[in-house]
């Protein structure tokens, strides 16, 4: 797994986030619309700020990091969804690529964490 295709993705991922919270705050939707909007991008920033770790416990913390604010994230979007404020459609397009994202996120833990020993 590449780590720019990680960096791209997440990128990706917080374009869309962000066009969804826009949509959400149109429908007037502004609890759940904050907290995925925080949690969505920050997975991205906290994938970046590992690419200038301090050490190889510091990339590992980052990254664990942002794969916490992937699982929250897909928690808002099944509540999005739950809730009606989003298509079963979207939820599925949104949750899959958080999913992706979550899945390159443990295989780059697992690696960096063998590679710490």
């Not at 939707?29 to 909007?37: A, H, L, R, T």
């Amino acid at each position: 797994m590449s780590e720019s295709k990680l960096r791209t993705q997440s990128m990706d991922f917080a374009v869309s986030v962000i066009n969804l919270v826009n949509s959400l705050k149109e429908k007037r939707e502004s609890i759940i619309s904050n907290q995925i909007g925080r949690s969505g991008t920050s997975i991205g920033a906290n994938i970046r700020e590992a690419q200038y770790a301090h050490g190889k416990a510091d990339f590992i913390a980052k990254l664990q990091i942002a794969l916490k604010e992937a699982n929250e994230t897909g928690y808002w979007l099944e509540l999005l969804f739950k809730t009606n404020y989003i298509s079963e459609n979207e939820y599925k397009a949104l949750d899959s690529a958080c999913t992706s994202i979550r899945v390159m996120l443990i295989s780059s833990l697992n690696t960096a964490k063998a590679n710490q020993k």
